[in-house]
């Protein structure tokens, strides 16, 4: 939250005022990074969830959960106003992880930075009733995970960093943006024991996913 100005001496609220400023900037930005993300074929509901804008050489992709696009006969991405529907150009249900093509609107890719331990941030979550909700968060540790894939048919080991951060379902996706703006990480679980506690992907898995990305439409697999 931004905090709100006092009346006091002038050169106070100055200082004050250029904090909020850079605040609304930093904000604003890791707001542009997020886009949501629905997907149609799996249920009588629409999967929903989130995606982050990344660089992939010269173009732009979207990256999101594997989860919420597997199986899905359309899958469609809200920025404010703007919405397109867009294909799955790679995915991957051991990591949780897929790539969809990017619309004419999509905002810059942004690049990967590795995550590091007590790492400050922001997480961005797309909410389809309202605007992008933006926190402040800590990565509280990194990890190398064993969990199972999204069919619950084997276990994998998975680059990962636990986070200060309380998520619901439909948050998946959502990317922790660091101070400069790069990707560190999506959100995919949140604990199960812990209150206030997330979980996320690396940005090295995240490197992974996307050199993998084709230029055309890839099967997106089977519903979870």
Known sequence: MIPLLRRGVVAAAVVLLSTSCAADDVIGDAAEAVTGV???????????GNGVFV???????IVTSAHTVAGASTITVEHGLQ??????LAI???????????????????RLSSPTA???????????????????TTITR???VTIEDIYVQGS?????????????????GAPVVADDGSIVGVVYARSRDRDGVAFAVSSDEIRTVVAAATTDPVDPGRCP
């Open 92 to 110: 991957d249900p051991k990591i949780d992880l897929a790539v969809l093509s990017a619309p004419s609107w999509a905002r810059p890719g942004r």
């Open 38 to 48: 629905r997907a149609s074929g799996c249920g009588l509901t629409d999967q929903v």
């Open 118 to 136: 007590e790492q400050r941030g922001r997480l961005a979550i797309w909410d389809p009733d309202g605007p992008v909700e933006v926190t402040d």
């Open 83 to 88: 919405r397109a529907d867009v294909d799955v």
């Open 142 to 144: 990194l990890l190398q």
């Open 156 to 172: 994998h080991e998975r680059q990962a960093f636990e986070l200060d951060a309380s998520i619901v379902r439909g948050d998946s």
């Open 55 to 61: 660089s992939n050489g010269d173009r732009t992709v």
